[in-house]
Each structure stands twice: as C-alpha cells, then as structure tokens.
C-alpha cells in the first residue's frame, strides 16, 4: 500500500486548501482513510476519516463544520476539503489508511496501518 498526499501550502485565515490523498497498492473496499495533524511540539492528532466502502465519516470536534473528507472510488483518491482555516490549523497533514475497516473507525494514529509522507499546511494571521 503507498500513500501520497499532496496540496498543502500557505493561506490566510478564513481561506481554503483541498488536500488529496491517492492510495495504491490493493483495492480499499474494507479500509477506514484517516487525516491526522501534526504541529511542532504536537503530538499527532486525528482530524478527520471516512469508511471507504459506505462513505461513512466522522470528524475531530475542532473541525467540524469547516472541513470535510471524502474518497473518489475511481481515482482512489481520499479528499480533505478544509474551509474557514485558522492558524491553529497550521500543522503537517497525513493520511493514512486502517485495514480493518469493518471492524472499527478508529480515531488513534496506532489503529493505522499504512501513512503517507504528509503535506505542509500553513495558515497566517
């Protein structure tokens, strides 16, 4: 399984970024897709994830409302839609992927078996 996330990048304050996840490597029927944050002196943070076979989704208290994930079974691609952004947004994003998707949507970054490189998200003031 590879995982590359792309789109990060520098915005201000209320702007929006759309980051993209694309997964390869097996087909992802049974996965749970997982967004997690990372801030410098962070620990990683769930943000937000989505059951692959249903589109099922279930967000972070801190962003829900403004962000929004979603999966484009063709492309096989995961989406992190990120409205209304505030500088305690600013953090390296990952997505990652849980093979036991049937069983659990986990919210731990030790539930997820397989990660991406991560993309820099920054937002000013």
């Known amino acids: 399984v590879q995982l590359q996330a792309s789109g990060g990048g520098l915005v201000q304050a209320g702007g929006s970024l759309r980051l993209s996840c694309a997964a390869s490597?097996?087909?992802?029927?049974?996965?749970?897709m997982g967004w997690f944050r990372q801030a410098p002196g962070n620990e990683r943070e769930f943000v937000a994830n989505?059951?692959?076979?249903?589109?099922?989704?279930y967000y972070a208290d801190s962003v829900k409302g403004r962000f929004t994930i979603s999966r484009d079974n063709v492309k096989n691609t995961v989406y992190l839609q990120m409205n209304s952004l505030k500088p305690e947004d600013t953090a390296v994003y990952y997505c990652?992927?849980?093979?036991?998707?049937?069983?659990?949507?986990?919210?731990?970054?030790?539930?997820?078996?397989?990660w991406g490189q991560g993309t820099l998200v920054t937002v000013s003031s």
């Open positions: 990652a992927a849980d093979p036991r998707g049937w069983d659990r949507m986990s919210v731990y970054p030790r539930s997820y078996e397989y």
């Open positions: 490597g097996r087909a992802f029927s049974s996965y749970v």
């Open positions: 989505i059951r692959w076979s249903v589109g099922s989704a």
